[in-house]
């Protein structure tokens, strides 16, 4: 059974950084597609952050463009989002999904989702 296990978020204050971690775990061999990371505030929909696309390529929405930083690591099946300079709209909680290669076809898997609050 794939998990995606997500750490990192927190309460922050405007300005901070935060670094969150996604591995998957519960499988021996992992052939991993694109990962991203996603965040959601109640009532609105989820929302593409940022992406790393076919293992380098690297996509930003506009809002945070600067600020945060994905990066990946293969060995460790992990993805990370480095947060910088941090603003109170970016409160939510935010989501790591990857692609990963299970019986012949790329499955998307989800995290379960890891708050970030950003507060003075």
């Known amino acids: 059974q794939v998990q995606l296990v997500e750490s990192g978020g927190g309460l922050v204050q405007p300005g901070g950084s935060l670094t969150l971690s996604c591995a998957a775990s519960?499988?021996?061999?992992?052939?991993?597609?694109?990962m991203r990371w996603y965040r959601q505030v109640p009532g609105l929909e989820r929302e593409l952050v940022a992406a790393?696309?076919?293992?380098?390529?690297?996509n930003y929405a506009d809002s945070v463009k600067g600020r945060f930083t994905i990066s990946r690591d293969n060995v460790k099946n992990a993805v990370y989002l480095q947060m910088n300079s941090l603003k109170f709209e970016d409160t939510a909680v935010y989501y790591c999904?990857?692609?990963?290669?299970?019986?012949?076809?790329?499955?998307?898997?989800w995290g379960r989702g890891t708050q970030v609050t950003v507060s003075s």
């Open positions: 519960g499988g021996s061999i992992f052939i991993i597609n694109d």
């Open positions: 999904n990857v692609e990963i290669w299970r019986q012949g076809e790329w499955v998307d898997y």
């Open positions: 790393i696309i076919g293992g380098s390529r690297a």
